[in-house]
């Protein structure tokens, strides 16, 4: 069933308020993922950038020292600024021709070639972002900035994108998880609303709490619709009253006429005014049945419903029919669980049974087995009515449960043709439904459910 | 018996008047429910006939004041309408029996019969006899003149039915309400089939019918 426990069984959960409302919050956390690893990118190339430009107007400052023997004027300068312990953690190494130190306590060997490189330094084992360049008349100059610095930054903006981003998911899901338990609980009264309406109470509305929400805008609607709707009902009801009273009145004189002119009349008359008696007879059981299926259509028998114990009701009724279905040479085969009990009407549900029964004997031939079986499957109770008789044509099979019509087998025999729709109007009111057994012959099998009383938010 | 008929519909009403007078009944008549419910509360009958539709006050309301006065008067209810909720709604208003129209002058008169001379308030009584016929409730047995006869549930339930109602008729639609708890008319003669083989059990060995049929109307124990 589509209505059953919708969040037990959504089949498309991102669907479900949950659902979307959680795949806005994974997908705002994700955006926050990609704007954070970009940011960090941003942030750390531009940090490098600085760091090589440092090294970059450091070493053009060294290159440009004035001095004849290019060398030792570098040197002086680099000894002058280590000695000054100057903060911005720049090291400095400084070699000749031949590869041999001539100054500066970068503690590593030089890097091959020329240009920016990550410097391994040996004493602390850390690495350095390095600027290599050739001095003029041979030897090689390197000045390497700390990437400490770099590195703290580097954290500290992972730190807060992780923090960012943790924070992110955890609001995601707590506002996804807000608003989809708001709606649900406002779906849920709309939802249980509906099912009661669906059960024949047609005066219950769906719920406005005046905060005029869209909720309550969508529930305004549906009740406008549903006073239309109780409105109309209530004028077919009153049309099929009327009916009733207006013609069944005039029918009723008819008959009553008949009955008195019948026993006044001499044997030859009596005779053609019974005959007109039984058509009148006739019409009217057409409009009792009738009128019979539009009240159990209403839904109103459902007010009266109590526990019956169907098994034994049904049991008692197979019994009650041996006797004519012997006579007339067909074998009924009782596979009744008298266990079976059922929240309903039982008269009703007697003459749902009865139906069928009239019909499996009336319309196969003397010599078919005709099968009676109630049981309980799942909390359902089922009703099969079985014959092995020469069975009907398949597309038939699907009018059947309309008014009206009669299947070619028992065009011959006396009937209007309401029989199964009274049957499947009774399964309904009984929360269930009636339909076409397939297999040999002929059958029909009715489902009966128990009345949901289950909380769908549960 | 002293009948009150309350129904609008003038043919109806005579029609029901008519027939019960030639059987023999005094028989008062109202077109409304207030003209009902004046002549009712002034008492001395012994049934009242109300239709469930009346202009002015209805049946069922009717029904309901009648019962809330203290009036205990047996009452059948006519309808015209599908017969689910209204009986449910007669019967649980303070109506005794309900009828759905059109009905049989026969059943009318049978149902009347019925509810006219019910015993007052007498405790269930555990064996019934008719003539030589005895059946105890209890046990569930059957004797015929000392003879013991043998019947299945429904056949037993059919005889004590026709036997709680000495001397009067009871119809089909009757038996059918009672006995099976039908309020509809099954396609398969449920009710004549278990009569004869009922009869048959009882009959045997005996000259006379232990059942009366009464043509047109319906079945009665002989010799009530």
């Known amino acids: ?323 004519d279905a012997e006579a007339s040479g067909h074998f009924l085969l009782d596979e009744v669980d008298r266990d079976v009990s059922l929240v309903g009407d039982r008269r009703l549900l007697l003459q749902m049974v009865s139906n069928l029964l009239d019909n499996a004997l009336r319309h196969t031939p003397a010599g078919t087995t005709v099968r009676v079986v109630l049981d309980t499957l799942d909390g359902k109770v089922g009703l099969r009515v079985l014959d092995d008789g020469p069975g009907i044509d398949p597309e038939e099979a699907q009018r059947l449960f309309q008014r009206f019509s009669r299947s070619e087998r028992s065009r011959s025999t006396a009937g209007h043709g309401l029989g199964l729709a009274l049957v499947r109007a009774i399964a309904i009111a009984h929360h269930g439904d009636a339909g076409i057994e397939r297999g040999t012959g002929f059958g029909v099998v009715v489902h009966l459910g128990q009345p949901r009383t289950d909380d769908p938010s549960r | 018996m002293r009948i009150l008929i309350i129904e609008d519909d003038a043919e109806t009403r005579a029609f029901v008047a008519r027939g019960l007078g030639e059987a023999g009944h005094h028989v008062a008549t109202a077109a409304d429910g207030r003209d009902g419910l004046f002549q009712a509360t002034e008492g001395g009958f012994d049934a009242i006939v109300v239709d469930r539709m009346l202009p002015g006050i209805d049946g069922l309301a009717l029904v309901r004041m009648l019962r809330a006065g203290g009036t205990v008067t047996p009452i059948l209810m006519l309808t015209a309408m599908g017969g689910i909720e209204d009986r449910v709604e007669g019967l649980d208003g303070g109506a005794d029996d309900y009828l759905v129209k059109p009905f049989a002058f026969s059943e009318l008169a049978a149902r009347l019969n019925a509810l006219g001379r019910r015993p007052v308030a007498q405790a269930e009584p555990r064996k019934l006899a008719v003539a030589d016929i005895e059946l105890d409730l209890e046990r569930r047995t059957v004797r015929r003149g000392g003879r013991k006869v043998v019947l299945p549930p429904r056949e037993f339930a059919l005889l004590a039915e026709l036997m709680g109602n000495p001397r009067r008729v009871m119809t089909r639609t009757m038996l059918l309400e009672r006995v099976w708890d039908f309020d509809f008319d099954p396609k398969t003669n449920i009710v004549e089939t278990h009569l004869s083989r009922l009869r048959s059990k009882l009959n045997a060995g005996f000259e006379e019918d232990a059942i009366e049929t009464i043509r047109g109307a319906g079945y009665m124990i002989r010799g009530g």
């Open chain 1, 1 to 323: 069933m589509a209505v059953e426990g919708w969040a037990a069984d959504v089949r498309a959960p991102w669907r479900s308020t949950f659902g979307l409302a959680g795949l806005v919050s994974i997908l705002l956390a994700l955006a926050t993922l990609v704007i954070g690893i970009a940011a960090y990118e941003v942030t750390h190339e531009a940090l490098e950038q600085q760091l090589d430009h440092r090294t970059a107007i450091e070493t053009r400052a060294l290159l440009a020292e004035p001095g004849a023997d290019r060398l030792a004027a570098i040197a002086g300068a680099i000894r002058r600024r280590e000695a000054e312990q100057s903060v911005d953690h720049l090291g400095y190494l400084l070699v000749d021709a031949e590869g041999r130190r001539v100054a500066g306590s970068l503690d590593g060997s030089v890097p091959a070639s020329l240009g920016y490189e990550e410097f391994y330094r040996h004493g602390d084992a850390r690495v350095s972002q390095s600027l290599t360049s050739a001095v003029p008349g041979g030897g090689r100059l390197v000045v390497a900035a700390d990437r400490a610095a770099l590195e703290e930054t580097d954290r500290d903006l992972l730190l807060l994108f992780a923090t960012a981003f943790g924070a992110m998911l955890l609001l995601g899901a707590g506002g996804a998880w807000t608003v989809g338990a708001v709606t649900r609980a406002r779906l849920n009264r709309i939802d249980r609303a509906a099912l009661a309406i669906i059960g024949g109470d047609l005066t219950a509305r769906m719920p406005v709490d005046g905060s005029g929400s869209e909720f309550d805008r969508v529930s305004g609607t549906l009740n406008r619709m549903l006073d239309r709707i109780g409105a109309l009902m209530e004028n077919l009801r009153q049309v099929s009253s009327d009916v009733a009273h207006d013609l069944r009145t005039p029918l009723t004189r008819l008959s009553h006429r008949l009955d008195e002119a019948r026993t006044a009349a001499d044997p030859a008359r009596a005779q053609a005014l019974e005959a007109a008696a039984t058509q009148a007879e006739e019409l009217l059981d057409i409009f009792a049945a009738l009128l019979r299926i539009s009240e159990i259509e209403a839904m109103g028998v459902r007010r009266h419903f109590r526990r019956v114990a169907l098994g034994d009701a049904v049991g008692d009724l197979v019994e009650s029919y041996r006797p």
